[in-house]
């Protein structure tokens, strides 16, 4: 059984920090691409920022120059440091990863069980 389990949410001031963590845990073979998405209330999921197994990195346009990912492979983990936040950065911020386990024929998508963000004075 694989499971993705998101840690550090939380309530923060404007202009603040969080961090951010999902661990991988289960029958793992290999972690392809991970990823952070978050949902606000009455909107879309929406992908915050993505890394790759060899590193390469992707953001959205509105967390660019704030927020930065990162993994360790070894340990199975992401990260999101999230800097400057803004009210709008508030959501529910979901780890996404493509995951290949023992016994699989393919990669899977997964997803944590989420972490509320909240910005707010």
């Known amino acids: 059984q694989v499971q993705l389990v998101e840690s550090g949410g939380g309530l923060v001031q404007p202009g603040g920090s969080l961090r951010l963590s999902c661990a991988a845990s289960?029958?793992?073979?290999?972690?392809?691409?991970m990823n952070w998405y978050r949902q606000a209330p009455g909107k879309q999921r929406e992908l915050v920022a993505g890394v790759t197994i060899g590193g390469m990195t992707n953001y959205a346009d509105s967390v660019k120059r704030r927020f930065t990912i990162s993994r360790d492979n070894a340990k199975k983990t992401a990260s999101l440091q999230m800097n400057s936040l803004k009210p709008e950065d508030t959501a529910v911020y979901y780890c996404n990863a493509a995951i290949w386990s023992y016994g699989g024929s393919r990669y899977l998508d997964y997803w944590g069980q989420g972490t509320q963000v909240t910005v707010s004075s």
């Open positions: 289960g029958s793992i073979l290999r972690i392809n691409a």
